[in-house]
């Protein structure tokens, strides 16, 4: 599975942003998507997950303030991460993982990663 972000940037606090990810190759193997974020601090967390059963999981840290959504074509998969009302906190690299039936269903594939800074 290849996966590519887009759509990282600057943006002022309170301002909005949609990251976007394509995935392509063997998706059908696939138990889930994912978006997840990485600062100094704190690692790499999820931020959200899309089950492929249309189930989705929203971190407390974001939820209220971020949407996932999924749509596939032609065995090309879209991956949108919404993200509303951005904070300084929410500055991270964010990538986007496939996730496949492995001790449960954890990432296998990830993207190379997108730099989102909120500035104040």
């Known amino acids: 599975v290849q996966l590519v972000e887009s759509g990282g940037g600057s943006v002022q606090a309170g301002g909005s942003l949609t990251l976007s990810c394509v995935a392509s190759?063997?998706?059908?193997?696939?138990?889930?998507m994912g978006w997840y974020r990485r600062t100094p601090e704190m690692g790499r967390v999820r931020i959200a997950r899309?089950?492929?059963?249309?189930?989705?999981?929203?971190s407390p840290s974001v939820e209220g303030r971020v949407t996932i959504s999924q749509t596939i074509t032609n065995n090309t998969l879209l991956l949108d991460l919404q993200m509303n009302n951005l904070q300084t906190d929410d500055t991270a690299v964010y990538f986007c993982?496939?996730?496949?039936?492995?001790?449960?269903?954890?990432?296998?594939?990830w993207g190379q990663g997108t730099q989102v800074t909120v500035s104040s």
């Open positions: 993982a496939a996730l496949q039936p492995w001790v449960g269903c954890q990432p296998r594939y």
């Open positions: 190759g063997d998706i059908t193997r696939n138990c889930a």
């Open positions: 899309y089950d492929t059963d249309g189930t989705t999981h929203i």
